[in-house]
T-cell receptor, first 112, second 111 residues
């Protein structure tokens, strides 16, 4: 039982490059989330998908786009990476709103 | 604005003692509160969930209290062990059903 799987685990980009962070969960959860975690800032919500076919902005959506490809997969895209987007990105999923979140182990992204 | 506060300074304790971590909040009416553990290089892992109408929840050596009047949750680890060393995050969820996380407190248990 893999839970939430994120790829890649590490990535280095140059300013202006684009890339997509992948997230997949095998728990048949309805809702999925993308967070970024920066030192001293805690986890901040970028986008979330309450159910397949829907996406909504979180606290810090600027510079990002998301796609809920199907119930299992939720991807995060950086169209034109900026150094301020250097961070650790976590994907999470949840079965129902009063249940705990299940997190992946993150993607460590550096933008030079 | 909504605010969640966890002690930014690391908590250092001796093995065998009880560790107590605090989560305070303002401008928030949470339906429930959760505690997570995060190890370096890993994602947060769920520990306990407590609802607004519950005062206390226990799981093995862990205990959580939730005081909606004081707007505070306390997280206790009894008989602490070096393996309990990690960062502990609290998260509050209100009517939007979107959890908001605190910045976490680092716990260091010395043998």
């Amino acid at each position: 039982n893999a839970g939430v799987t994120q790829t890649p685990k590490f990535q280095v980009l140059k300013t202006g490059q684009s890339m997509t962070l992948q997230c997949a969960q095998d728990m048949n959860h309805n809702s999925m989330y993308w967070y970024r975690q920066d030192p001293g800032m805690g986890l901040r919500l970028i986008y979330y998908s309450a159910s397949e076919g829907t996406t909504d902005k979180g606290e810090v959506p600027n510079g990002y786009n998301v796609s809920r490809l199907n119930k299992r997969e939720f991807s995060l895209r950086l169209e034109s990476a900026a150094p301020s987007q250097t961070s650790v990105y976590f994907c999470a999923s949840i079965e129902a709103h009063n249940q705990p979140q299940h997190f992946g182990d993150g993607t460590r992204l550096s933008i030079l | 604005s909504q605010k969640i506060e966890q002690n930014s300074e690391a908590l250092n304790i001796q093995e065998g003692k009880t560790a107590t971590l605090t989560c305070n909040y303002t401008n928030y009416s949470p339906a429930y509160l959760q505690w997570y553990r995060q190890d370096p290089g890993r994602g947060p892992v769920f520990l306990l969930l407590i609802r607004e109408n519950e005062k206390e929840k226990r799981k093995e050596r862990l205990k959580v209290t939730f005081d909606t009047t004081l707007k505070q949750s306390l997280f206790h680890i009894t008989a602490s062990q070096p393996a309990d060393s990690a960062t502990y995050l609290c998260a509050l969820t209100g009517g939007s059903y979107i959890p908001t996380f605190g910045r976490g407190t680092s716990l260091i248990v010395h043998p």
